[in-house]
Every structure is written in structure tokens, then in C-alpha cells.
């Protein structure tokens, strides 16, 4: 199994406070991707990173920020939660980009915004 | 419209059914993935195809460039079989993902 770990796996909040999820990973893949499942919808891409400092928008990434200060640690920002990134929110890596690797899943952190 | 359409979304079978979950998808497309999530929510890579056909243990899993359609096949079906099956879509540095197929295989 791949090196890949999240935290917390559930929370519950209140509408408008601040969140931070983490995606920690052991491999020294160089790609990270936040991803949240609603039902209904396919995964959906929230922020991407290739590289330390080097992040992206994904097709759903407003209201969200990340940071990735070194390799191993991916962290997805609320800034004001609201019930509508109640979520289950996933992280995934890879060692290379698109087209090419295979990708890794970490275990999902259920979010609740009330 | 998603660029990547599962079929069915519900599969029930009995144990020991050949098992086919089909996958559609549009233009602009390169590579596609197969994924399974279990009951607790875990997502697990099975399978990532380009072209012809890709085999592990009972899972098979197929692609049609020129159809634009890719299938994932369950031999010799198992009541641990029972997840959703979830193919993805990547190319033009997008990843598009399916809603899923659940699948339930009774004993």
C-alpha cells in the first residue's frame, strides 16, 4: 500500500469556522491532489501540486486554498466553511503527471459543516 | 454533460457471475482508469489502460480507442467483489471521473 495518510479522517463543524485537512505522504511522489465526493457527482478536482510551492486551481476550487511547504505534506484550507463543502474530501498522488502513473488514494476525511 | 459515462449504475449478480461494467467517454481522452471503493469508503487504483486489454486475478479490463469505450469484466464473481467500480477519464491534463457502478454480489 502506498504511503499516503489523512488527517483527521471525520470532523464536524460549524459554518464559517476554519478548516485544515492534511494529506501526508511517504513516497516522494512529486503530484498531490485534493478531491471531494458528493453524491451524485464523480470526484471532483479541487487544487493540484506538482512540486513544493507549485499549486493549481481544480474545476471546483473556490473557497478552498492549499499550501505545500515541503514534499510530503499537502494541506487543503476552508477559510469560512459553509455546509455546502459538506463533503467527503480525498487526497490522492502519483509519481508523475497526467497521462502517466498510477494514482494513490488516501482513506477520505468526512467533513460535516453544520 | 460528464465526459465519462458509467453503465449501470446498480449491478446485483449471485456469486460466481461473470461481471461487466461498461465505461463511455469523449473525445480528448488518452488514458483511462479503473478504481474501486469498498464500504468505508477506501479508493484503490485496479487499473490504468491506454489501449488493448489489462489482466489481474479476475479483473479484466478492456479499451476501444476507436469506440471510446472501455469495459472492466469480474470473473468467477465474489461476495468480496461488492464495491463501486469507478473509471476516470485523463487527458488534456484533466482527470474526469464516472458517478460509479455499485456493485452487490450475493452469496
Known amino acids: 500500500d502506498a504511503g499516503i495518510t489523512q488527517s483527521p479522517r471525520h470532523k464536524v463543524t460549524e459554518t464559517g469556522t476554519p478548516v485544515t485537512l492534511r494529506c501526508h505522504q511517504t513516497e516522494n511522489h512529486r503530484y498531490m491532489y485534493w478531491y471531494r465526493q458528493d453524491p451524485g457527482h464523480g470526484l471532483r478536482l479541487i487544487h493540484y501540486s506538482y512540486g513544493v510551492k507549485d499549486t493549481d486551481k481544480g474545476e471546483v476550487s473556490d473557497g478552498y486554498s492549499v499550501s505545500r511547504s515541503k514534499t510530503e505534506d499537502f494541506l487543503l484550507t476552508l477559510e469560512s466553511a459553509t455546509s455546502s463543502q459538506t463533503s467527503v474530501y480525498f487526497c490522492?498522488?502519483?509519481?508523475?503527471?497526467?497521462?502517466?502513473?498510477?494514482?494513490?488514494f488516501g482513506e477520505g476525511s468526512r467533513l460535516t459543516v453544520l | 454533460k460528464n465526459e465519462v459515462e458509467q453503465s449501470p449504475q446498480n449491478l446485483t449478480a449471485q456469486e460466481g457471475e461473470f461481471i461487466t461494467i461498461n465505461c463511455s467517454y469523449s473525445v480528448g481522452i488518452s488514458a483511462l482508469h479503473w478504481l474501486q471503493q469498498h464500504p468505508g469508503g477506501g479508493i484503490v487504483s485496479l487499473f490504468m489502460l491506454s489501449s488493448g486489454k489489462k489482466k489481474h486475478g479476475r479483473l479484466i479490463a478492456t479499451i476501444n480507442i476507436q469506440e471510446k469505450h472501455s469495459s472492466l469484466h469480474i470473473t468467477a464473481s465474489h461476495p468480496r467483489d461488492s464495491a463501486v467500480y469507478i473509471c476516470?477519464?485523463?487527458?488534456?491534463?484533466?482527470?474526469?471521473f464516472g458517478t460509479g457502478t455499485r456493485l452487490t454480489i450475493i452469496p
Open positions: 476516470a477519464g485523463e487527458g488534456n491534463e484533466k482527470l474526469t
Open positions: 490522492a498522488i502519483r509519481d508523475r503527471g497526467w497521462d502517466t502513473g498510477e494514482l494513490f
